[in-house]
């Protein structure tokens, strides 16, 4: 199968629409990284999904709709989901959230489970392909199962190479690393997957506690130990080069390319996917990150990172 890159116009994305609707699977921006698309409400075209990516079927994915008429139908919200929705969406935040009585989602989207994770997503390329279906889609990132994110076509392209057929190119993405993901409880909510939207930001939205997840199962995407992948091993919190690496820098340590010179967080998390993409590609045989401040958006980054360096 030939993967084409075409553009993410209106002409693009009814060529999506109509490859989604063969249930197969097309490559997607988001703000926050590409997704690979398909109808979440079809068995098939979701299995697709988890052939193209090589995903193990019990890590369930994210379901991303238009609107809250969609998502009502998909899953069942509470008045804290409600807050936290009327707060972030559309945008990076994915709510896990018991399953709609009736929902259309395919037992695969969720993996078996009886909650779904729901996300009403920002950019606008993704909401026209949302509408054009006319169902919601299931979308995780578009790269083979555990390696890095893609944040640009061409990150795609190269991961999915005669896998997928077709790439929609809107240019690199804004935020750069996945959604925040939280599972909405009664009085608190869970942290599954850190991301922009954080913690302090989520307790000042839903007026609620918020708990790191640790109880072993996988309830969300980006769970896995080992995720965000290079093919080379990765040294976290590095000050100097070793021999034979590639070093990633962030403020004080300049490296052989830097996710922020500056330290600024919000550029280092746009960054990110896409200077691991760059050293991955480089000679050196392996690759050093400098250290990432763990606060604010710090800990989604170190969160992708320690997954990137994790054994496997």
């Known amino acids: 199968m030939e993967t084409r890159i075409i553009p993410a116009d209106e002409a693009g994305i009814a060529a999506a629409a109509e490859a989604i609707q063969r249930t197969r699977p097309v490559a997607v921006p988001t703000e926050t990284v590409y997704g690979l698309a398909g109808d979440a409400t079809n068995g098939d075209a979701v299995a697709a999904i988890y052939a193209a990516k090589g995903r193990p079927s019990f890590n369930p994915l994210i379901v991303h709709v238009d609107g809250m008429d969609m998502a009502e139908t998909v899953a069942t919200f509470s008045p804290l989901a409600r807050r936290l929705a009327e707060a972030f969406w559309p945008g990076p935040l994915t709510l896990v959230l018991p399953l709609a009585e009736d ?7 969720t993996a078996g489970l009886s909650t779904v994770a729901v996300r009403m997503p920002a950019h606008p390329v993704i909401r026209a392909l949302i509408t054009r279906c006319g169902h919601p889609l299931a979308a995780p990132s578009a790269n083979a199962s555990g390696s890095i994110s893609a944040t640009r076509a061409e990150h795609v392209a190269q991961s999915l190479a005669g896998r997928i057929e077709l790439v929609l190119d809107g240019g690199p993405t804004e ?15 869970r942290l599954l997957r850190p991301g922009s939207v954080t913690p302090e930001m989520l307790t000042e939205a839903g007026s609620v506690s918020v708990s790191t997840s640790d109880n072993g199962t996988i309830e969300a ?16 919190n590095a000050m100097e080069r070793r ?7 962030f403020g004080p340590v300049a490296g052989d390319t830097s996710l922020s010179p500056d330290a600024n967080l919000t550029e280092a998390a746009a960054r990110l996917f896409d200077v691991l993409h760059v050293a991955d590609a480089a000679s050196a045989p392996a690759i050093a990150v400098a250290p990432i401040p763990a606060s604010g958006l710090g800990i989604a980054i170190n969160d992708r990172l320690r997954r990137a360096a994790a054994p496997r």
């Open 103 to 109: 929902a259309p989602v395919a037992r695969l989207t």
């Open 175 to 189: 935020v750069g690393i996945e959604s925040t993901i939280v599972a909405v409880e009664e009085d608190r909510l």
């Open 221 to 236: 995407p980006g769970q896995m130990v080992s995720h965000y992948a290079p093919s080379k091993p990765v040294r976290l």
């Open 243 to 249: 021999p034979n690496e590639y070093l990633i820098g």
